[in-house]
């Protein structure tokens, strides 16, 4: 009897320890961003899926999520719902522990410590952008000589119009191999705004590119879901 009653007091003892008591293994966003008012309602939802994950109430500019992911996801950060949600960020999304601060709810001021793709997409968006810019600024002349049927001037920008696209692909599949062995790799070309102009071919380029694990995540059955369906599609014009 004695033995049994100091097993039951020894397993007490253990599982009042620090760091001996069993942890639930899942995510947590923990966000602290000035200026939400109290009792706005945040969600978390999958970029893929268009899927709401989870949900959390603003209290003194403060709010938690936590659960549990079967595997990696690419998620949008939301406040409010509807016509008047908010966009706050973008998280990749698996069973960790994930800081999201700002000093206003405004996208681009929006960090995120312990989610690779939000620094690793801003740096991409901005490099696209730098190209994306100059080809808007051109498109905006190609389309004025076109209207004045000035043919030959505007074929040569069509040109320059179809290079800068070529470039801006070029660029996405540099950051897929660059990171190929991890979720940002894998979830960059399904994220990115080139869809329209990006073929079959690209995006099994793309998907060859990835390590193994990714391939077979749920972010590489996506792009082999978009390569099928450019399968009898032609890329829109550049």
């Known amino acids: 009897m004695k033995t049994v009653q100091l097993l039951v007091f020894s397993i007490l003892i253990l599982r009042t320890l620090p760091g001996l008591a069993q942890e ?22 999958d ?14 500019e ?3 999520f936590q659960g549990n992911m079967a595997e990696t996801a690419h998620t949008y950060l939301y406040a409010g719902k509807g016509s008047v949600s908010l966009k706050l960020a973008d ?5 960790r522990t994930i800081q999201v601060e700002a000093a206003k709810p405004v996208y681009d001021s929006v960090t995120v410590n312990g989610s690779d793709i939000d620094r690793l997409w801003k740096e991409w968006w901005r490099d696209d ?21 000035d043919t030959a001037n505007a074929e040569k920008l069509k040109k320059v119009i179809d ?23 894998a979830a960059l070309p399904t994220l990115c705004t080139l869809g329209d102009y990006l073929t079959k071919a690209d995006y099994l380029e793309m998907y060859q590119t990835l390590s193994p694990t990714w391939q077979n995540s749920g972010f ?7 390569a099928g369906k450019k399968a009898n599609q032609p890329p829109a014009s550049k």
Do not use: C, W
């Open 129 to 149: 952008q730098q190209i994306g810019y100059q080809r808007y600024r051109i498109k905006q002349v190609y389309e004025s000589l076109a209207a004045k049927k």
């Open 163 to 185: 290079e800068m696209t070529e470039n801006r692909i070029d660029l996405l599949k540099t950051y897929v191999k660059r990171y190929h062995t991890t979720a940002v790799g």
């Open 24 to 45: 639930t293994i899942g995510y947590r966003v923990i966000g602290h961003i000035r200026g939400l008012p109290d009792q706005t309602k945040m969600y978390l939802i």
């Open 47 to 60: 970029g893929g899926k268009r899927k709401i994950i989870d949900s959390a109430v603003v209290h003194q």
């Open 220 to 226: 590489g059955r996506e792009i082999l879901e978009q």
């Open 91 to 95: 998280i990749l999304l698996d069973n």
């Open 62 to 64: 403060r709010f938690i």
